[in-house]
């Protein structure tokens, strides 16, 4: 993919009895991308995704860990834009596709990518890192810190009654084809992203990821169905899922599981959660990584029968402390100095005043006494509003150095909207 970011020298990475790293060519794709599944376990994937991903691979943004001529190591970034409080969409480089061969375990490999990478992020201008983690404990080394959550839940939709706003019933709901309601299904996203912090803005080539849709990884569900919301000849809404035909004695006992949802109001949400709790032959609706906020958990009847199950999402890093505090704003007047630690990335430790509103903020250096001292790893949770800085100050990971202080910061720092990760990368 394209980018607009600052390019940067092809130089091999070598040390003494480490095998060496190198920007990976077109030519090495295939080996490339066969280490990293070999390091999930090697099943192999379907040949759609597999072509997905060579398409969005940015190859300049994408290193490998060679042992001679085989490949050992493998890590890659995204050319991501991040909303982020305030609503602005800021550079993100989106780590992914990270691996180290077992064999090559416990050589310092992963810490010398990270590095690497972490490095170029910030010659590239990207004031952020995300990532999600296969194993969470793995990057907090880093100083990424967890900075979204997602709900998954398994609603009892027999038990579980849906109570809707007024004007639900004057959606128009109607089943599409997919692929032929892409490009409305993406206006539909594209309106949402800058109203919630952690949505990412999708770049050509990015929409395919919804209509991905091995059978293989059905386990016997339908293909993917698509369902629009309309009001007045508008699409408003629409949501992505498949239908899992079960049967016992008892009759029907089908299962929908979720894919997608986007609304732009509340009365079109509510419209596609009723429909997705009242589809025929079905007894279960199972949804996956959802905002920790989102309404239909406030209209339900009985939250205890939707199983519901919290897990981390979208993992935080902050390369330059200054610019991506500054790149955000407050909800409520801020000024406080940090005192930051960050031995992976010392150019951040330091005092930083920073000083903020609704309107913006500024972030620089300085000398003046510290108000709280924490970790860059700490920034990073909190970064987003969906983590409290007080909340981190209890667990004895923020310091109160000016009493007050991390109150004044935790109101400001908090989002009204939980930040939300929309989709994996």
């Known amino acids: 993919m394209a980018n607009d970011s600052v390019s940067h020298p092809i130089r091999p990475d070598r040390q003494p009895g480490r095998p060496e790293l190198r920007v990976l060519r077109r030519d090495e794709w295939d080996i490339w991308y066969d280490t990293l ?19 969005l691979t940015e190859l300049d ?43 090559h375990r416990r050589r310092g490999v992963l810490t010398s990518m990270m590095r690497r990478q972490l490095d170029d992020v910030r010659e590239w201008g990207s004031p952020l890192a995300v990532l999600t983690a296969s194993e969470p ?13 997602g709900v998954n839940a398994e609603i009892d939709t027999i038990r579980v009654r849906l109570s809707v706003p007024p004007g639900t019933d004057d959606v128009r709901l109607r089943y599409a084809v997919p692929a032929d309601v892409l490009d409305v299904c993406e206006a539909v996203y594209a309106r949402k992203v800058s109203g919630r912090p952690g949505m990412l803005a ?14 293989s990884e059905r386990e016997g569900a339908s293909p993917l169905q698509c369902v629009l919301a309309e009001r007045d000849g508008e699409v408003v809404g629409y949501a992505r899922f498949h239908v899992k035909p079960d049967w016992d004695a008892g009759g029907p006992k089908g299962t929908v599981r979720l894919r997608d949802a ?9 419209a596609l959660w009723r429909f997705l709790f009242g589809i025929d032959l079905t007894s279960t609706l199972k949804a996956y990584g959802r905002p920790v906020d989102e309404a239909w958990q406030y209209q339900v009847s009985d939250i205890r029968r939707c199983a519901l199950r919290v ?48 309107k913006g903020a500024s972030c620089e250096r300085t000398a003046d006494s510290a108000d709280l001292a924490l970790s860059v790893r700490e920034l990073g949770a909190a970064y987003l509003g969906g983590v409290s800085l007080g909340a981190l100050g209890g667990a004895g990971r923020v310091r109160e150095l000016r009493q007050g202080a991390l109150a004044e910061a935790s109101v400001g720092f908090a989002s009204a909207v939980a930040p939300w990760l929309p989709h994996g990368f």
């Open 61 to 103: 943004r994408s290193l490998g860990a060679w042992d001679g001529d085989t490949c050992v190591g493998t890590a890659g970034a995204f050319s991501f834009r991040l909303t982020v409080p305030g609503g602005a969409s800021v550079p993100a480089a989106g780590v992914t596709m990270v691996s180290v061969a077992a064999t």
């Open 202 to 215: 999708r770049l050509p080539g990015w929409e395919r990821l919804g209509l991905l849709d091995p059978e």
């Open 262 to 270: 986007q609304a732009l109001d509340p009365a079109a949400q509510a």
């Open 37 to 55: 599944i070999r390091a999930f376990g090697g099943v192999p994937e379907a040949a759609e995704e597999r072509e997905l991903w060579d398409s």
């Open 137 to 149: 404990e793995i990057y907090g080394r880093f100083g990424y810190g967890v900075g979204t959550f």
């Open 311 to 358: 897990r981390d999402s979208l993992h935080v890093r902050l390369v330059d402390v200054g610019a991506a505090l500054e790149a955000r704003t407050y909800q409520a007047p801020v000024d406080v100095v940090l005192e930051v630690e960050d031995a992976f990335c010392p150019w951040n430790s330091g005092r930083w005043r920073l000083s903020g509103d609704a």
